[in-house]
């Protein structure tokens, strides 16, 4: 039982790396399209389907991978953001410390770091790796090491930038 599942994912690393070469993207990047595709949770189904190289190609062939796929949304119980970091103003101010943050997967600009983190109630985006906060392109900030940790700790199954804190 344990070598047909490690059988399994072994077939299915080699065929969705020999389609990667032939469309042109990283592996991970062609198995979170399926993912995407075929509108499943994770990658564990993918593994019973017995997908060829040449099924991946072409189920993938009109698949655009400059467009995001939301790989993640978090909910934090209270703001990572320090005082004193300008936050976007709207008609209204609501005194809310929940926050929620957004992560996407081939999101067209990888800035501040692929991925990222977009609070977009604030307009902030966030490098998973150091913490800076940015708008736009400028740095107006960071979230101390302990938040951080705590974000990239709902995102375990995610390939995060390394950690430079």
Do not use: C
């Not at 994912?9 to 969705?16: E, K």
Request: aromatic share 6%; glycine share 4%.
């Amino acid at each position: 039982m344990v070598d047909d599942i490690s059988d399994n994912i072994n077939r299915f690393l080699a065929v969705t790396e020999e389609a990667a070469r032939v469309l042109h993207q990283l592996p991970e990047d062609v198995r979170e399209a399926l993912v995407a595709s075929y509108h499943l949770e994770d990658q564990f189904p993918l593994l019973d389907m017995n997908l060829s190289a040449q099924r991946i190609i072409d189920d993938l062939a009109g698949f655009d991978f400059s467009k995001p796929i939301l790989l993640a949304t978090i909910e934090l119980e209270e703001s990572v953001i320090p005082d004193g970091v300008p936050i976007r103003f709207v008609e209204a101010v609501i005194k809310n410390r929940n926050e929620i943050w957004l992560i996407h997967k081939f999101d067209q600009d990888p800035f501040p770091s692929n991925p990222h983190g977009h609070n977009q109630e604030n307009g902030l985006k966030l490098h998973l790796g150091t913490g800076g906060l940015y708008r736009k392109r400028k740095h107006v900030g960071k979230v101390h090491k302990k938040d951080l940790l705590a974000i990239r700790a709902k995102l375990v199954s995610i390939s995060l930038p390394p950690l430079a804190v």
